[in-house]
Every structure is written in C-alpha cells, then in structure tokens.
T-cell receptor
Framework: GQQLNQSPQSMFIQEGEDVSMNCTSS?????WLWYKQDPGEGPVLLIA?????ELTSNGRLTAQFGITRKDSFLNISASIPSDVGIYFC????????????FGTGTRLKVLA | DTGVSQDPRHKITKRGQNVTFRCDPI?????LYWYRQTLGQGPEFLTY????????KSRLLSDRFSAERPKGSFSTLEIQRTEQGDSAMYLC??????????????FGPGTRLTVL
C-alpha cells in the first residue's frame, strides 16, 4: 500500500540533544498525526495537526504542518533515554479517502 | 475515555488453524480500522468500518480474512487456514471524525500473531 516518505530512517543521538524528523508526500493532506511506538505495543498518538503552518507542542515535542500541506515535521528537544522508539507520521489526504496514510517510520536510539 | 482494547495480546498457532481477534474501540467513535504491521514497517491498512458497515477492504485482505462489526461497537478479525506469512502484529484503531480540527485516530495495543 501507499506510504509516506519519512526521514531519517534511523538515528542515534546523545542524551540531551535535539532531534528532527520529517514526512513528505506528493499529495496534499488536511490532517497530520504523529505517533510513537514502543516494541510490542501499538502506536501512541503524540500530536495532531489540522492547518497549514500550524505549530503544536506536547511537552518536549513540537510538530509543524508544512505550508505546502505536503509535509510535516517533528522535533524533540533535550532527548532522554525513554524517547527511544519508532516515530510514525500519518496523513489524511484531501482526495476523499477515508484512511490515513502512514510513513515508513524513524527509529530513534538515545545514547546515555 | 478508556482507550482501544484488543484481545488477545499474543497468539501462537499452528499453520492451518483458524484464529479470531477482538477489538473494542473507544465508545462514540464510529469508525474502526484494522491494520497489519510487520517488523520495520508502518501499519498497512486492511479494512475499515463505519458503524456496522464494512466500507473498504485492502487487496491485502485475502479470502481467508474476514472482519465483522455486528452492532457497530466491537469488531472481530478472523483468519482462516493461517499461513506462516500471516505472522504479524494486527492493530485496531478507532477514529473520531467531525468538524475540521477534531479528526484523531487511536490505536489499540495490538495482537501479535505467530504462525508456526
């Protein structure tokens, strides 16, 4: 099935560093969701975005809805070991489909 | 809300056996989705319901797969004559739709299926 381009695929960072990841699409979306998934668990919703240019925070996490409506960004500030996991973006196209399209995931590893 | 629940969390079965999974969505969410996820991949859409009506099925959903949502509340996903390739995490999600700025989708903890 269709998936969004998400980058980077994986990253190793030192504890305390900031992290950035993004999702891009060739289609226009009207909603972006960001999830975190721990091993053996379902994805947990972190942030929801609904308007182009919107910037929304959830603690140390900040996400932005790209102005072109074809991309979204997630930033994590001052990373800690429990930030380890896989981060997925999901976009809802404007084309009338009733399902979210998921990114390929960014695997984050934090070195203490 | 109490969140999306799935049962069982883990299932080990022998090839050729039938298995059934259950999902209880967040109450008042009218849309329910089933996904399959394999290692290192994002969730892949299988099927979705609006209330009790099954409105779309992926081509991934072979004839051995069937899903129901009989009263528009909980849903079941059955796999008949399981194959080793069916081994995966099966995720259920419920979605709240409405006016702009309220669409959200929440996942359950998943059912990990291992076919021996």
């Amino acid at each position: 099935g269709q998936q969004l381009n998400q980058s980077p695929q994986s990253m190793f960072i030192q504890e305390g560093e900031d992290v950035s990841m993004n999702c891009t699409s060739s289609s226009i979306f009207n909603t972006w969701l960001w999830y975190k998934q721990d091993p053996g668990e379902g994805p947990v919703l972190l942030i929801a975005l609904y308007k182009a240019g919107e910037l929304t925070s959830n603690g140390r996490l900040t996400a932005q809805f790209g102005i072109t409506r074809k991309d979204s960004f997630l930033n994590i500030s001052a990373s800690i070991p429990s930030d380890v996991g896989i981060y997925f973006c999901a976009g809802l196209p404007t084309s009338g489909t009733y399902k979210y399209i998921f990114g390929t995931g960014t695997r984050l590893k934090v070195l203490a | 809300d109490t969140g999306v629940s799935q049962d069982p969390r883990h299932k080990i079965t022998k090839r050729g056996q039938n298995v059934t999974f259950r999902c209880d969505p967040i109450s008042e969410h009218n849309r329910l989705y089933w996904y399959r996820q394999t290692l290192g991949q994002g969730p892949e859409f299988l099927t979705y319901f609006q209330n009790e009506a099954q409105l779309e099925k992926s081509r991934l959903l072979s004839d051995r797969f069937s899903a129901e949502r009989p009263k528009g509340s909980f849903s079941t996903l059955e796999i008949q004559r399981t194959e080793q390739g069916d081994s995966a995490m099966y995720l259920c999600a419920s979605r709240r739709t409405g006016s702009s700025g309220t669409d959200t989708q929440y996942f359950g903890p998943g059912t990990r299926l291992t076919v021996l």
